[in-house]
């Protein structure tokens, strides 16, 4: 059998026998020829047959036409026959005729959902949902992305970790703990590697990385928060401040929207209409107080109850950004410690702020960093403040007790800098698996 032919070769292949595999797009099934769209990862072609006719031009049965008239979009099948090349044909420019097919799936005839289907019962139906090409590019971006965030992080020397995800307590807030029996006591999902991501610092690692997958008990429905994310980390060693933070954190993202941007920008521009901007450096820095007075002079109050930045607020910050600035990141610094946790540096000068950061992206929040408090007299004071408890925190503690360099990192939501990137309105179309709480299937 001829060995396999990746769509997206076939232009650059010679005329001649050749086989592909791939699912069935589109039939048309016309009396005098037959025509199969057949799509794969890379690309589409179209698999031609002309019917068989008789010396008065009657059509002749033929297997392999009853064949073509019975597929269902969707089959999984292998066809073999002779590729030519043609420019008269739209799709590619080459088709094959067919010589013979093989299936190896057969679909059920009813598809259950179309083009205009909503997100939940697309979600239904993902493996459906991601045979369209656009939503088979998000995971090629993000596969891109990853990998340049990688060669960064490798390239400078940063250790990639694998902290554990079964945990003794929580790492963020307690009221967004998703608890599991473990043996004969308790176990809690890792919410952040937050602690065991410090725990490196003074494992004396320097710099070290971690994508992996995070767990917030969250019980709202919003566009933009699941239970389960993959978290992208960076903690390093020796900083001065959250500054250094924020200067790892924009090489990184530029690193990566350039790697992007090269790869797939025509692919982007062509499938969600948008082009991928590369951000430049520095990107803004705005303290949160002075944001708040900032979106407050374009008419929006951010809500009074707590000292936090709301959705509104982020975007009204951003629109102000980009009419300014022209950038569509902005960091949002120096937040109040009532609303930061523990861990984070106070400034010296006025313990009501933290060393830290917010950073936005066309609008919403896709990461917080901060440098963190490694002197450990102030950290229980810090804890303490917080109503935590020190004994419950002793292990995390004693990371502090041997010798610590100063530290910052941060956490950022992969699905959310897709998303926020291709102009998407909803975390769930870049989430290969969305896990929300209603959804644990599939
Ligand atoms: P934070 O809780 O702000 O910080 O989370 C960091 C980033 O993770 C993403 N994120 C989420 N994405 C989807 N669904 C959720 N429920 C969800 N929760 C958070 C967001 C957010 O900006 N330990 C700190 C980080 C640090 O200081 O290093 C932390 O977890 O993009």
Do not use: C
């Not at 991601?130 to 090629?140: A, G, S, V, Y």
């Not at 401040?241 to 025509?266: I, N, T, Y």
């Amino acid at each position: 059998m001829t060995e396999r032919t990746l769509i997206k070769n076939l232009a650059a292949a010679t005329d001649g026998p050749v086989s592909v595999s791939g699912w069935v797009d589109t039939v048309r099934d016309q009396k005098k020829v037959q025509f199969v769209v057949l799509r794969d990862e890379s690309g589409a072609v179209q698999l031609v047959n002309p019917r068989p006719s008789d010396d008065e031009g009657n059509v002749i049965p033929s297997e392999l036409s009853d064949a073509i008239s019975g597929l269902a979009q969707g089959t999984f099948l292998t066809a073999t026959g002779e590729l030519k090349h043609d420019e008269r044909v739209k799709l590619g420019g080459v088709e094959i005729k067919l010589d013979g097919l093989v299936v190896a799936g057969a679909a059920n005839p009813e598809t259950p959902i179309a083009d205009d289907t909503g997100v939940d019962k697309r979600m239904d139906w993902r493996f459906l949902d991601l045979r369209q090409p656009k939503n088979n590019l998000i995971f090629r971006i993000q596969t891109t992305l990853e990998h340049a965030w990688r060669t960064y992080w490798v390239e400078n020397d940063f250790v990639e970790l694998h902290t554990p995800k079964l945990m003794a307590s929580a790492s963020e807030s307690k009221a967004e703990l998703f608890e599991v029996d473990y043996f004969e006591g308790k176990a809690y999902l890792s919410q952040s590697p937050q602690f065991f991501k410090q725990m490196a610092q003074p494992a004396g690692f320097g710099k070290i990385f971690e994508v992996g997958p995070a767990f917030r008990a969250d019980p709202s429905f919003t566009s933009r928060h699941a239970t389960e994310f993959t978290s992208v980390d960076s903690e390093i060693s020796w900083i001065d401040s959250h500054e250094d933070v924020m200067k790892l954190h924009e090489e990184l993202l530029v690193a990566g929207f350039q790697a992007v941007k090269d790869k797939h920008g025509a692919e982007i521009e062509a499938a969600f209409g948008i082009e991928v901007v590369v951000p430049t450096t520095p990107f803004p820095r705005i303290p949160l107080a002075e944001a708040k007075r900032i979106v407050a002079e374009r008419g929006y109050e951010v809500p009074r109850h707590d000292d936090d930045m709301d959705p509104e607020g982020e975007r009204q910050i951003a629109a102000y950004v980009k009419e300014t600035f022209g950038h569509e990141f902005v960091f949002l610094t120096d937040y109040a410690s009532s609303i930061r946790p523990f861990y984070h540096m106070r400034h010296e000068d006025d313990p009501s702020l933290t060393n830290s950061y917010d950073l936005i992206f066309n609008g919403v929040e896709i990461s917080t960093g901060a440098q963190r408090e490694h002197r450990v007299d102030v950290l229980v004071e810090q804890a303490k403040d917080k109503g935590l408890d020190p004994e419950e925190l002793d292990f995390y503690l004693d990371f502090f007790r041997y010798g610590v360099p100063p530290h910052g990192g941060f956490g950022m939501g992969l699905s959310r800098v897709l998303m926020l990137m291709l102009h998407l309105t909803n975390i769930r179309e870049t989430t290969y698996l969305f896990r929300g709480p209603t959804r644990l299937l599939p």
